[in-house]
């Protein structure tokens, strides 16, 4: 019963946990937040040790081999989900629309999301231009807020890694990476 049922699941669940910190560990990465990545990779490691170890010692048993398998598969799954929980960083959205949307971009200001304005020339003829720069927690907000005013308005949005000022929904200009980066300040 051990062997084929109890130590599978723990290999199972050691390999979510593990894959899970890998995946968050690449995350943080990627949104410039340094110093947590090497305490997610110590327990990483760790974990990812004492699975393998196991494995290591029970080379003959296929539900090992199953459970690191479909441990591998949910750690990703895991950490993605908690990544969109957490909503780090910031993106722009990107408007471009040859309707009038003085509506839209009244409704970004109501809302203390900053926009930008430019004129530009489109494929058939002349276009705004609209770019805000929100928290990714408000990303489906805002896209609200374009599909309310210029439903058939063509939007893009896009990962920030960094910036520099800004006008933020919520009446904080922090963001969580920021909150984040001064919990672990750069040393010099």
Known sequence: ??????????????????????????????????????????????????????????????ACYLGWAFGYSMGIFVGIKIEERLALGLQVIRVITNQDCKDLIDSFRDEKMGVTIIDGQGAQGPVKILFTIIKRKDKAYAIQLINRHNPNAFYSVEDIRNVNQGVFRGGSSVSKIEELRRMFPVRK
């Open 1 to 62: 019963m051990f062997n084929w049922v109890v130590l599978p699941l723990l290999i199972f669940f050691a390999r979510t946990c593990d894959v899970t910190l890998g995946t968050l560990r690449n995350i943080f990465l990627s949104k410039n937040i340094k110093y947590i990545v090497p305490l997610l990779g110590f327990f990483e490691v760790l974990i990812w040790l004492l699975a393998i170890s196991q494995i290591m010692k029970n080379l003959h048993n296929v």
